[in-house]
């Protein structure tokens, strides 16, 4: 399995098996992580894994899940850094699918006191992972989600690459399985927009979740050899959408 695939059969995981992963997995994961550009490469990150076998962070385990191992986001409080996160951590969340292991995100669960800052970074998200009790996986139909014709305005006939594109983008994980995204789909490029919740702007964890979205997409781009460039167009952002709010646009390159 790689990435791409893991996009179809990867689910969210809330129970496990309080066993050690080996070290080997735990280095892979880091060098990974190293290598994972971001949305912004300007924006610095970092990670710091929890270990949690011996089962000691009870706080974690009432108001979060019970896992093996937490892996704590750092990051520079630039702008789009939530997003920038969501994007680097879904990979990750990804990249430990292919492993055999389960992931969540833990979007009410902070580090310890004192673990909130690392230098002039500070704390975005924890991600549960370690052996799933049950299965890891599931079939993207089984995946609750909204179909593409209630996400997606067609303007041209999408083509196969398209429709592959867009499936990922469908599947995205994201808080409370909200899925606020919404797609203007041309030929060779996808606007990407916010779906309004009452608000004026996007809140924390949905700009979060717009980074995990613009992961999938990314993935599969790189898996069929496609160059496509996430920008944000100046023409679009001031136009006025009803009900919805502009964030970039996926536009592929020739």
């Known amino acids: 399995m790689n990435l ?3 996009i179809f059969l990867r689910k969210s995981v809330r129970n496990y098996e309080m066993e050690p992963v080996s070290g080997e997995i735990l280095q892979e994961m880091r060098e990974f992580y190293g290598e ?7 924006i610095h990150t970092e ?26 986001f750092y990051s520079e409080e630039k702008d ?22 389960g992931t969540c995100f833990l979007g009410g669960i902070k580090p310890r006191m004192g673990n ?7 704390f975005v ?32 006939v999408p083509r196969q690459w398209m429709k592959q594109l867009l499936e990922a983008a469908r599947l995205a994980p994201s808080s409370m399985n909200s899925q606020p995204w919404r ?48 920008i944000r167009l100046e023409d679009i952002t001031h136009k006025n959408f009803p009900n919805n709010q502009y964030i970039l646009s996926a536009i592929l390159r020739t």
């Open 4 to 6: 791409y695939e893991a």
């Open 36 to 42: 994972i550009e971001g949305l912004n490469p300007g």
């Open 47 to 72: 990670i710091s894994i929890i270990d949690n076998t011996r089962g000691k962070n009870r706080m974690m385990h009432l108001f979060g899940v019970k896992a093996p191992y937490y892996l704590a």
């Open 80 to 101: 789009l850094a939530q997003m920038n996160a969501g994007y680097i951590l879904e990979q990750i969340a990804l990249f430990l699918c292919t492993k055999g292991l």
């Open 116 to 122: 909130m800052r690392r230098g002039n970074m500070k």
């Open 125 to 156: 998200i924890m991600l549960a992972f370690g052996k799933s009790r049950g299965s890891y996986t599931r079939k993207a139909v089984d995946a609750k989600r909204m179909d593409l014709k209630d996400l997606c305005v067609y303007k041209e």
């Open 183 to 230: 797609f203007v789909v041309y030929d060779n490029r996808i606007h990407v927009f916010a779906k309004k919740h009452n608000m004026n702007h996007l809140g924390k964890f949905e700009e979060l979740n717009f980074g995990i979205m613009f992961s999938h997409l990314m993935v599969v781009a790189e898996e069929l050899w496609l160059d496509v460039d996430l």
